[in-house]
């Protein structure tokens, strides 16, 4: 997570699904602010050289937009407007000649083409429907990734010209990575996915649409169709004018409606002035999920998966390209040894006689190794010229392990160990273990594996804190997880997670993750 030095709480991040690995690699939830282990550093990995020509970029989008908001700025007159629009149209492309062949007009979108919105009730998310009904049969993305970055850049000048902000808090530093990463070499390059999914951004009040433009760049870079929703009035006038003339297929403004109407389909919501307790009360809240709140002195406060360092969802990593480059790059000492012996590859290979298979790096610590590179390359702070709060770095964020039973340490579990005796960063980690009975801790293997991450040796110093049953883990996490310093971020070793803990979760603020690896 980023986030700017002396606003600390306000721009709190929590967890970001392994940006830089691949789409589906590790979940690894870091929060800004600055840290030093004193480690030294280890000899430089691939991925570690590519990911440090982006260290500047990509900290400095996570700064955009953490504490800007559009309180006392006025409108601008309409034929500033006019102008603005008309010197648009002037810069019009052939990509925006494509989006043209199969959008509709705005005015004509109660018409026959969309006979959905024809008979919508108001803030009933009915456009927001159809929209992520239509993009379902979509082979793929209609854009490639130089396309979506005019296409943003364009939705960033106009949110510049209307609101009267600078266009690097309005997603213009999210445009400056996603260039870079579109120049990249053959090991990082934009994250692409078959799918393209529907994302909605909520901003409460006319003050919050500037952060609400910023998160509807980062949906339209990582490939979602959007919807930016404001309650009816100079919010909703404003966020019209903001989508007007860019295809509705791709970019539309709806009336926001209540939360527990939201559509199932939506994968993607973020709110901007709503606490999340508002939020999801009632609800379990979609797969990715966050908020924004309400401004204050120390900016707002984020929550869910908004509180993470986002831009990283925008990178990917060709893993074939990686695993033909990478070998073992940190070196292990005595308690990270013994930790690799709780890794379920390397008990099977056990019986083996062959090195190779018995390698810590072939029994999945390669992955470790991988990750470790992104977190030394972006271990310094990055000063910005021109803003406040100019200092942004990363952290980790507390992780809170589920585990659930005494026969084996989970895979995650021993990876996330591994890598908080190599980080440079700070790690803090509670292990909650779940229904183990009275003996549960002190039968191995849970008893040698506490006994090291427990020990204080090689920066681990692990918490373990005992639920007799879920519905003890629910009670902690209704009495006891909001005191903590920052929201929970859970991570389960089973792969379904109760929806009452999901919701509880999300409501304190914090995310509850299926997996970390």
Known sequence: TCHSSSVAHGVRMGGWRGALHSARAAAWPPSLELAASGRAPPTIGPLAAAAAELRVPMLAACHSGRDTSLIGVAKEPSGARSAAAASEQARETDYQKLLKSFSTPRDAQAGAA????????VGDWSEVRGQAEAALHWPSHPLQPKERLEFASAFVSRVAALVGEDEGDCGGRLCTLYKQLCQSGALLSPRTTDAVYSGVVVAADQQSLAAASREIVLLLLSGHVASLAAPRGSALDLAEELADGFPPALLQSVEAGPTITLPAMVRTFRSVGCSAGELWTDRVPPADFGNFGPHSSRGRISGGMAASASPFMLAQTNLTVLENCSEPRFKFGKDVEELTEFLSARRSAASTTSPQALSAYACGVGQVHNLLDLLWSFREPVVLDGVSNPVVSLAAAHKH??????????????????????SPLREKVTLHAVGLGVQGLLRDPMLSFCRIVQSGRSGLEWQVREHKNWSELL???????????EPPQLISTQRQIEIEIRRRCAESGGVAWASLF
């Open 114 to 121: 969309a006979p959905v919105a024809a008979t919508a009730k």
């Open 401 to 422: 392990f589920i585990i659930t039973g005494n026969s084996a340490m989970p895979d995650d579990i021993v990876k996330a160990s591994i890598v908080a005796a190599l």
């Open 475 to 485: 009670a902690w996490l209704h009495e006891s997880a909001g005191d903590e310093p």
